[in-house]
């Protein structure tokens, strides 16, 4: 994924991706893959901001 | 989602009051590859900037909002945004204009009738 030049553009199809994840429901760790959110008839919100402890 | 790993996140959600109610997943890009494929990655900084996506259950690319590190994002507008795109989902044929909020509000069909025609669109209920 490092040799992607060009970000995405709204109407494209996003690639695949998996993250690790923390789940505050469960207290438990996990992936978050956008495979299976895809399989599960799932609308995704990708929500990026700087870093923790930042505010939201 | 940030470059935090899935440790300080647990830690986040558990320190700061604000998170408390928190229930989607908080996911770790610790690469940035994520973050650098959607054009939020600032290179120099190493941080994501405020950027929020969302991704049709077909895997494309609806919206992309990206705000600045100083600036927040407005949650109503985003859930407008989501309730927009499920409800155009549904309707393709339709398009929802700036004032929609939920489903029931007037939408637009485009067409040749309503060129030059908007403004009395907007009033039909």
Redesign the interface.
């Known amino acids: ?2 040799e ?1 030049c060009c ?11 998996e ?7 469960k ?1 438990d ?2 992936k ?1 893959s ?1 495979k299976k ?2 399989a599960a ?16 | 989602m940030s470059r935090d790993t899935k440790f300080v996140h647990l830690a986040w959600q558990r320190d700061e009051r604000a998170l408390a109610n928190v229930r989607y997943p908080m996911a770790s890009d610790v690469t940035g590859d994520v973050a650098r494929m959607f054009g939020v990655l600032d290179e120099e900084a190493g941080l994501t900037l405020r950027g929020t996506f969302i991704i049709s259950p077909e895997g494309t690319l609806l919206n992309a909002e990206v705000n600045f590190f100083n600036l927040g994002r407005n949650i109503d507008e985003l859930l407008r945004k989501v309730r927009a795109n499920k409800h155009l989902a549904a309707h393709p044929s339709e398009g929802v204009p700036a004032q929609w909020k939920k489903s029931g509000d007037v939408t637009l069909k485009p067409g040749p009738k309503l060129v030059g025609r908007v403004a009395e669109a907007m009033k039909r209920k």
């Open positions: 994924m490092s992607v970000s995405l553009q709204v109407g494209e199809k996003v690639p695949d991706f993250l690790d994840m923390f789940d505050p429901v207290c760790f996990g978050i956008l959110l895809k008839k799932k609308w995704t919100v990708l929500f990026f901001y700087p870093a923790d402890f930042t505010f939201v």
